[in-house]
């Protein structure tokens, strides 16, 4: 144990600890920014899990995450290790292709891919092998849309993806299974932690031994509070700090754009920021919560939202992203901002021990800037609880449905009055250089007969709302048409698209 220098309130542990195989994993005097992907081809020689885009994309460096839950014992998750630094797998336990095989036996997941060709050069397979691992681990009997969606985050540019998807009908027949039930419900088990899920748990808990994660190397800090007090002290104390949540925006900073970070506090060991709570009046998600999780309470509530959160990216990013990092990222074209800001969220920010709510429609200022002061961070994103009599959707445009960004998303909340609106917020992401409201288009609506007149005339009065700009992935014109056009889809499907299905991956 060292002092950390920097918040001299705060004892650290410079040594990362995790389980790999079961076996507990010790690494020090480690770059804070080294990937996880790097440290295991190039300092385990580990080469099954493979680097393709080194960005997210494409599913190669798939790996598998085993995390401590308050209510559930360990959550076993994909996510992608080339962009997932070293020391936020402290107090985790971590699953690569090699885990499967228990001696010389494969997986029922590789016998299936085996036995349904759904393999030719191979260089995509680990990572398709660890995301099938993932759904094997989490559901019993997946639709062919739980596949799909499973498998969205990897790319496979040889075999087609039906036999892809026979492999993850097959992994789950009894003849695949081999004698040791135990093995198949988790690889490998060691001395060191045991062979049944319990022995993990357990093992895994006693890795978090409640001191903070305290890195030095070459200049650079890496610190991983585990309680909300160490958290917020750490961040006053480092307002240049980097808040680090599931680090899929930042890193890219890393692996694309080659940039040192300094100063790093890591927010994903928190517990009190990874809670969602439910009260009266809202949906209380930790900022540091996963996506998955937060998607998986709002969409209950709002169902209309399900194939928004669906598209956002893949399961693996989805699994290590966060709401609070989508929001105060202030990206123009983050995906879940217009639902949020149509919904009319709110934020609780927290310096130090003080704290304040905001909403969110305050929050964002101008092009990738937000209303944080220095030395604060987003403690909890509150969103309302739905009531009987208001319409919500949210319509994402992009190129392709899955893993791609928006050329423009909007999102709606409406209530009528009878046939007369009584209130209403319109928001669109990729019509600005912030996720916004569309006022003017609000104004005509507000009061009106919700009718095709009224609904024309908003259409008109968003071009007053929004000067978007022409790039890669869309022109002004094409915005601008396509905004007014969503609103009249929202018109015409009566206001309340309901999915048909409630989404239930990942739990
Ligand atoms: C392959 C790929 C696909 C993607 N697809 C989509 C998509 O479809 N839609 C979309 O909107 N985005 C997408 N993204 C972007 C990214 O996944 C989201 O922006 C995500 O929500 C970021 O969350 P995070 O926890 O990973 O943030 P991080 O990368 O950890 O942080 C992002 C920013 O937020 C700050 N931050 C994080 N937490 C806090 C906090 N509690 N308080 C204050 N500041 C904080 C960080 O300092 C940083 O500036 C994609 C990214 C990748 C790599
Ligand atoms: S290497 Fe492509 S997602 Fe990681
Ligand atoms: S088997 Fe070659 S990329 Fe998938």
């Known amino acids: 144990m060292r002092r950390t220098g920097a918040a001299e309130s705060v004892e650290g542990r410079d040594t990362i600890r995790f389980l790999l195989d079961g076996i507990l994993h010790e690494v020090s005097d480690c770059d804070p920014t080294r990937t996880v992907l790097q440290y295991l081809r190039e300092d385990l020689h580990r080469t099954g899990t493979k680097e393709g885009c080194a960005e997210g994309d494409c599913g190669a460096c798939t790996v598998v995450v085993a995390e401590p839950d308050a209510n559930e014992g360990s959550r076993l998750r994909a996510i992608n290790s080339c962009i997932q630094f070293l020391p936020t797998l402290d107090g985790k336990e971590l699953f690569t292709v090699e885990s499967l095989k228990n001696g010389s036996e494969l997986h029922p997941v590789q016998k299936a891919m085996i036995e349904c060709h759904g393999s030719q050069c191979g260089f995509c397979t680990p990572g398709f092998i660890m995301s099938l691992f993932a759904l094997y681990k989490n559901v019993q009997a997946p639709t062919r849309r739980e596949i799909d969606d499973a498998i969205a985050g990897n790319l496979c540019r040889c075999t087609g993806y039906q036999p892809i998807i026979d492999a993850a009908q097959r992994m789950y027949a009894r003849d695949l299974r081999g004698d040791n039930a135990t093995w198949i419900d988790l690889p490998r088990g060691t001395a060191d932690a045991g062979n049944s899920l319990a022995a993990r748990d357990d093992a895994l808990r006693r890795l978090r031994d409640g001191a903070c994660l305290a890195l030095e190397k070459d200049g650079r800090r890496f610190y991983a509070p585990n309680d909300i007090q160490q958290c917020s002290a750490l961040i006053k104390d480092n307002p240049q700090a980097t808040i680090l949540a599931g680090g899929t925006d930042i890193g890219l900073w890393v692996t694309k754009q080659f940039r040192d970070l300094d100063c790093v506090v890591y927010v994903g060991n928190v517990a009190e920021l990874k809670t969602i709570a439910v009260s009266s009046s809202d949906i209380e998600i930790g900022a540091a919560a996963s996506l998955t999780d937060a998607m998986h309470v709002i969409v209950a509530r709002y169902p209309s939202l399900e194939e928004l959160f669906m598209r956002f990216a893949s399961p693996p990013i989805r699994n290590a992203a966060t709401l609070g990092g989508n929001i105060a ?98 928001a669109y992401g990729g019509m600005a250089a912030v996720p916004k409201r569309a006022g003017n288009c609000e104004k005509v609506l507000r009061g009106a007969e919700w009718n095709e007149a009224s609904v024309s005339a908003a259409m008109k009065a968003l071009r007053e709302d929004f000067e978007p700009i022409s790039d890669m992935r869309s022109s002004a014109g094409y915005r601008r048409e396509v905004c007014a056009n969503l609103l009249y889809r929202f018109y015409i499907s009566g206001g309340n698209e309901v999915a048909s299905r409630v989404y239930s991956y990942g739990r």
């Open 329 to 426: 990222n202030g990206s123009p074209i983050g995906d879940s901002m217009p639902a949020m800001l149509a919904l009319d969220c709110a934020l609780i920010l927290r310096s130090g021990r003080k704290t304040r709510r905001l909403a969110l429609n305050e929050f964002f200022l101008d092009y990738q800037k937000t209303a944080l002061r220095p030395g604060e961070f987003i403690e909890k994103v509150l969103v309302p609880l739905p009531d009987v009599s208001s319409h919500v959707a949210s319509y994402k445009v992009s190129k392709r449905f899955d893993q791609d960004i928006s050329a423009v998303c909007g999102a709606y909340w409406l209530r009528l009055d009878g046939g007369t609106v009584k209130d209403v917020r319109i």
